[in-house]
Nanobody, 124 residues
Framework: QVQLAESGGGLVQTGDSLKLSCIAS????????MGWFRQVPGKEREFVAG????????WYADSVKGRFTISRDNAKNTVYLQMGSLKPEDTALYFC?????????????????WGQGTQVTVSS
């Protein structure tokens, strides 16, 4: 099992950029498709972005397409989420997650290793 820990969240203003990191321990991430999700209180966890094992393919929620970029460095066991043109509606607790489900999974129940999350708050 892989253990995940997110970092890089914070308070930013509308239009700013922020880069989140997710570091894995226990088992390397090379065998996993990785994803980023976000959640606000009272709502379900929402898919943000996913990346294939070697980074050869990525997929995004429509709400972040063109603004966010997911990437990974398997040698460092780290996955990143570069967020740009941030909006107040991007405010959420952001999680990274791992899965071996094939294809381009985009639902929380397809992922089974989760970090504790990092808070991103975008002020207007």
């Amino acid at each position: 099992q892989v253990q995940l820990a997110e970092s890089g969240g914070g308070l930013v203003q509308t239009g700013d950029s922020l880069k989140l990191s997710c570091i894995a321990s226990g088992r390397g991430i090379r065998s996993y498709r990785m994803g980023w999700f976000r959640q606000v209180p009272g709502k379900e966890r929402e898919f943000v972005a996913g990346i294939m094992r070697s980074g050869e393919s990525t997929w995004y929620a429509d709400s972040v397409k063109g603004r966010f970029t997911i990437s990974r460095d398997n040698a460092k066991n780290t996955v990143y989420l570069q967020m740009g043109s941030l909006k107040p509606e991007d405010t959420a607790l952001y999680f990274c997650a791992a899965t071996t489900v094939v294809g381009q999974p985009a639902t929380a129940d397809a992922f089974y290793s989760w970090g504790q999350g990092t808070q991103v708050t975008v002020s207007s």
